[in-house]
């Protein structure tokens, strides 16, 4: 519960080599603890993600969890649990002999599934994979950090082709909670009709096209009688469901389907036209793919089966049908694994001409030194997952040629890292004398673009926001890089300025303006700063780090 409120130093830094069209894309993808990342997203898309689908580990006995146990620090912790390997890792191996074996689990879920719901909007839902080992107690959690009255409801789901035909019992499900920010407000979808659903419809007019047959009279549920004379004189007595007024103005208007010969019943047309699909029941088959088939999908891409039980994008898009059915939804997953959340919303879009956008988020965790994707060529998880995503949107841009120019392919990539600025706030037993620390209170190896996003980060401002590079020479100072984002939302400069510089900046009349503390020569440079946006801009907001 502490560890949900605490504070992070950290940043995202973009990754400029990894990214897929960074100029132009709304997608994001992050590489790190997402336990950080959740803290860092709050600013910025706090009532902001439309729909949430994770699929953390089920806590088999043989899952990597993260060791957060916040009793003590994490140093303790690590050597006390020796958590950490000879790489400095921080999963470790939860085995079910552990006597936190249950509470360790939790504790990694808590302050995750407390910082998501911050994230979501009023209308939002997420949805949660899981299986037998903790299902008991993920219910009781979400029924904690959502509340029980927003279980939207519990799917199971046949994960597998095949019949188990070892052990005691055959398990062949999985379990998707899905939890609403506010049940009465959520806004839920459907699913598209199925085959069998789809013959139902298999009549047609001239009025509006093919539809099924709606009871009208009903012995059982009708509760209004009155006398309806057939086409041939015949007289029913009902009883109906409709009142009698309600009868003859669909009758009026053409939505009455009348049978030939018998009773001569009258039915209302339900047209397929005006159909928003099925309402989701909570046992979905194999019909929404398996494990197996996701395996598949993933090793036709990569050419090696580098994931162990991904999920099937068929499986994913069904979640996305319902969770973000709005064309401009933003979709969040923090536990990102083989990156089909990615492929699914890259398909919707291609589909059905969805806006929809996605924010992974997973381990920068190195892979085994034996395992296939080492022998691939992969170093880590995220590597990966990366990979996947640009694969698959080759895929889709093959698939979908006519489409290929107005689709979002792309990804911003980003990995989580320390905070841009030196660590000022150090005790006097830590602090080393050094002249040359005063000059500069920014990290060496960190460029504009860092510090710009740490900036738009603190000031609440999406990952996605329009960023244009545009250079300003003066005769003074020569050349500096002016970052303009969401046009003129926020214009930085963290290179020499002067004059010049800054009134151009200030002419632009941005909501907020950045400049670095360095930047001015001296302290009547800085102040001039002020001066200049009160004459020409006095509605911005000024900042300088």
């Known amino acids: 519960m502490a560890e949900a409120g605490r504070p992070t130093s950290k940043t995202l830094r973009p990754d400029l080599e990894e990214s897929v069209n960074f100029d132009e894309t709304g997608n994001v993808f992050i590489s790190g603890d997402n336990l950080e990342v959740l803290k860092i997203l709050q600013e910025s ?34 050597q006390a649990m020796e958590s950490k390997d000879e790489t400095g890792q921080r999963l470790f191996k939860n085995e079910k002999s552990n006597a936190r074996y249950h509470s360790d689990w939790l504790n990694m879920m808590y302050p995750r599934l407390v910082l998501a719901r911050n994230l979501l909007k009023e209308t939002g839902v997420i949805f949660i994979s899981i299986d037998d080992n903790e299902q008991a107690n993920l219910k009781a959690l979400c029924d904690e950090v959502f509340g029980e009255e927003n279980l939207v409801q519990i799917i199971s789901w046949r994960r597998t082709d095949n019949q188990p035909n070892i052990g005691t019992s055959a398990r062949v499900k999985e379990y998707i909670y899905v939890y609403a920010k506010r049940y009465s407000n959520v806004i ?8 069998s659903a789809l013959k139902e419809y298999r009549y047609e007019d001239s009025y509006a096209g093919k539809f099924r047959r709606g009871i009208l009279l009903d012995k059982t549920r009708g509760r209004h009688s009155y006398p309806v004379v057939t086409k041939s004189g015949n007289i029913l007595n009902g009883p109906w469901m409709v009142t009698k ?27 397929l036209k005006d159909s928003k699909g099925a309402i989701p029941n909570d046992f979905w088959g194999i019909e929404f793919g398996t494990n197996q088939r996701a395996s598949l999908e993933v090793e036709s891409l990569l ?31 923090f536990f990102a694994g083989s990156a089909t959340t990615a492929d699914a919303v890259m398909q919707l879009n291609a589909e059905d001409g969805g806006n929809r956008k996605y924010i992974l988020c997973t381990l920068d965790e190195e892979v085994n030194a034996k395992s296939a994707a080492k022998e691939a060529g992969y170093e880590t998880i995220d590597q990966i997952s990366r990979e996947r995503i640009r694969l698959a949107a080759a895929k889709i841009k093959d698939e979908h040629p006519d489409k290929a120019d107005s689709l979002d392919l792309g990804f911003r990539a980003y990995r989580l890292d320390s905070s841009n600025y030196k660590d000022v706030y150090l005790t006097p037993d830590a602090t080393s004398q050094d002249l040359f620390d005063s000059v500069s209170n920014i990290k060496e190896d960190r460029t504009g673009l860092d510090l710009l ?11 996605d926001v329009s960023i244009e590079i545009e250079t300003i020479e003066t005769e003074t100072i020569g050349q500096a890089t002016v970052y303009n984002v969401d046009e003129e939302s926020l214009i930085a400069c963290f290179d020499q300025v002067d004059e010049a510089i800054v009134r151009q900046i200030a002419e632009k009349e941005p909501l907020r303006a ?12 800085k102040i001039n700063v002020s001066e200049i946006f009160k004459e020409l801009s006095p509605e911005t907001k000024v900042k300088v780090v």
């Open 188 to 195: 839920y979808g459907r699913l598209p009709l199925s085959e």
């Open 453 to 463: 996003h740490q900036v738009m980060l603190t000031w609440g401002m999406g990952l």
């Open 45 to 78: 898309y706090l009532n902001k993600i439309d729909m949430i689908y994770i699929d953390p580990p089920y806590n088999t006995g043989k899952d990597f969890v993260y060791a957060d146990n916040f009793a003590m620090t994490q140093d303790e912790l690590d």
């Open 514 to 525: 950045v400049f670095l503390d360095e930047s001015f020569a001296n302290s009547a440079d």
């Open 245 to 271: 007024q309600q009868l003859e103005e669909l009758d009026n208007s053409n939505q009455v389907y009348w049978t030939t010969g018998g009773d001569e019943q009258p039915y209302k047309k339900i047209y």
């Open 303 to 333: 050419n090696k089966r580098l994931f162990d039980f991904p999920k099937p994008t068929s499986l994913l898009k069904n979640l996305v049908n319902l969770g973000a059915s709005i064309e401009h939804a933003t979709i969040l997953d």
